[in-house]
């Protein structure tokens, strides 16, 4: 939807600054294709954190569910060695454990 609107949105830029500027054809090109870089860049940025967002949250929803994880250097997370800090979405080594202190980033979990 995004991608309609940002391409009409810069359509309509484009015939207004034809019609009412005196800039040349080629600034008029220029300043659309710079806006249009933006534009998409913006959009294909939000939708990689959307989609590191969603991927995190299915991790974390996967360690609350009580099922092992499976992260970074072949270490396995699971509710009876580690806690989660909610703040940081870290994965941190419960006391009385082989674990214990140690950080793990959620990010890097599967």
Partial sequence: ???IFSFFALAALFVVMHYFTELSRKHKISITLVLFVLIYSAIAYNTYQNEQSQ???AVVTK???????HCENNKEVNLSSYSLSVGTYTFIG????PHYAEMIDA???Q
Avoid: D
């Fill in 1 to 3: 939807m995004a991608y």
């Fill in 63 to 69: 360690y609350n569910q009580g099922k092992t994880l």
């Fill in 107 to 109: 990010s890097t979990c």
């Fill in 94 to 97: 419960k006391e009385n454990t």
């Fill in 55 to 57: 991927k995190l949250l």
